[in-house]
């Protein structure tokens, strides 16, 4: 699977069990979805059967699970089924649901990750628009002493600590160095429960779906035998001996069970971002509060940004040099305007440009404040954009690209000596009858500086 496309699933399929809150029985259908669709839910049981984004914005409940609301539309406990929609890289699916929550099945992500798998994964022609973390982020609730750490890294890795005054679950520790990893190591961990929380749960209206079979159910603080016989038959459970701590259904399935499925919560919650993350995750004591309050965090500073600049490691070779670009360009001092390309995909093309103050436009724009003219950052945009036309034919130096059209060119801010534009060029539509029609943006230190859109013609040389 190609980790730079969009996927969505093969097959459409249904899972059916209890709610945990409500104690219903829900059938929830996961649905294939086109192109940048994302992951959206539908309440087939509601009026108009309406349907909202699974994004952060819509949290409105953190009480044992996650909950969104947008109008009449609420759903809860959807942070299993996100975490394996988001570990599997399905980028775009519609989850229809006839009851106000997922159903819990045994409390861990194992049955959609295997309905997920069993149906396979469709790649689409889309590229995937990833959130890249750029500089720490970092997210605290001093009270709790919770606290998420979110580093720059190529990839999406979580490490998570949790802790609790318990003689039964104390310090734990769980680690996710890929997602390749996350059907084997992370997704059957099941969700937990403390035995002193359930009366507390039950009298909060939730909990009405939970049994032995979908939580680990720690029993930690010696209570009275009569006392232990009340919440198992509120929980309809048999009774067990009140002097016996520990785990009362079975034990765990690995040592460190309870912190990967913390760990589930946390790719699940973040999955409300919207977009694919690239970042090192490190979490400590978190919950969904937190989780969520990271999610719409990123989502606000994704808003403030249409589109993240392309990252510029100048120790990673160039795809392609001056030299190689010289070969395919017919431009030449003083007006090749681009030094190398970084980055080149199907329908994405990323090129740099240092600029000195040695440029010879400097010498009439301007002599007393260098600014390099916005002309030629569009013109700039332009090579690089007839570089990925190229890209697409046999032969490409035997080809040249001829602008047709420039539309919505906008400055933004002024580019002087000393910057490194990074342009980032992409196709808007497929190629027809050999015209392009690409949209190109600018950046210098993170920032936009100049966006224009571009149709070009390739036509071959005489």
């Known amino acids: 699977m190609n980790m730079s496309k969009q996927n969505t699933i093969k097959h459409a399929f249904t899972l059916s069990g209890k709610g945990l809150h409500s104690g219903l029985e829900v059938t929830l259908s996961f649905l294939p979805a086109p192109e940048n669709h994302g992951l959206k839910i539908k309440r087939v049981d509601l009026n108009g059967k309406p349907v909202m984004d699974a994004v952060a914005e819509y949290v409105t409940e953190t009480t044992r699970g996650t909950v969104l609301k947008k109008g009449e539309i609420q759903v809860s406990t959807i942070e299993h089924v996100l975490s394996a929609l988001y570990a599997l890289g399905v980028d775009n699916c519609m989850l229809e649901v006839n009851a106000p929550e997922f159903p819990i099945l045994d409390g861990s992500a194992k049955y959609f990750v295997e309905g997920i798998q069993q149906v396979g994964i469709e790649e689409q022609n889309a590229e995937k628009d990833y959130y890249i973390v750029r500089k720490k982020i970092e997210y605290s609730v001093p009270e709790t002493g919770a606290k998420i750490t979110i580093l720059p890294d190529d990839t999406f890795s979580v490490d998570v600590h949790i802790g609790f005054n318990s003689t039964v679950l104390n310090n734990q520790f769980a680690s996710l160095s890929s997602l390749d990893n996350y059907a084997a190591e992370i997704a059957n961990s099941r969700t937990f429960v403390f035995v002193h929380e359930i009366e507390p749960l039950i009298k909060m209206n939730l909990i009405k779906g939970g049994d032995l079979k979908n939580a680990i159910v720690i029993y930690d603080r010696l209570v009275s035998q009569e006392n232990f016989d009340k919440l198992a038959d ?39 971002i919207g977009k694919p993350l690239r970042g090192k995750v490190i979490a400590t004591y978190p919950g969904h509060k937190i989780n969520t309050d990271v999610a719409k965090l990123i989502r606000k500073e994704i808003k403030k940004q249409e589109i993240h600049a392309p990252i510029y490691d100048d120790t990673i070779p ?20 681009v030094d190398k390309i970084i980055e080149m995909r199907e329908k994405v093309i990323v090129g740099v440009k240092n600029v000195t103050v040695n440029e010879t436009f400097f010498m009439g724009h301007f002599p007393d404040e260098p600014i390099m003219p916005g002309v030629l950052l569009v013109e700039a945009m332009a090579q690089t954009g007839g570089l990925l036309v190229l890209n697409s034919v046999e032969d490409p130096e035997t080809y040249s690209t001829y602008f047709l059209k420039i539309d919505n060119v906008k400055f933004r801010q002024k580019v002087v000596p000393g910057d490194t534009v990074i342009f980032h060029l992409e196709m808007i539509e497929p190629m027809r009858r050999g015209c392009a029609l690409m949209r190109g943006r600018a950046f210098v230190g993170g920032k936009i500086v100049t966006e224009a859109e571009f149709m070009a013609q390739i036509v071959k040389n005489k």
């Open 234 to 272: 509120l929980m309809h459970q048999p009774h067990h001996d009140a002097n016996k701590l520990g785990y009362m259904n079975g034990g765990i399935k690995f040592a460190n069970e309870p912190a990967c499925h913390k760990l589930l919560d946390i790719i699940g919650d973040l999955a409300l």
């Open 318 to 337: 160039p795809v392609l040099d001056v030299n190689a670009i010289r070969k395919l360009l017919p431009h030449r001092w003083p007006f090749l305007m």
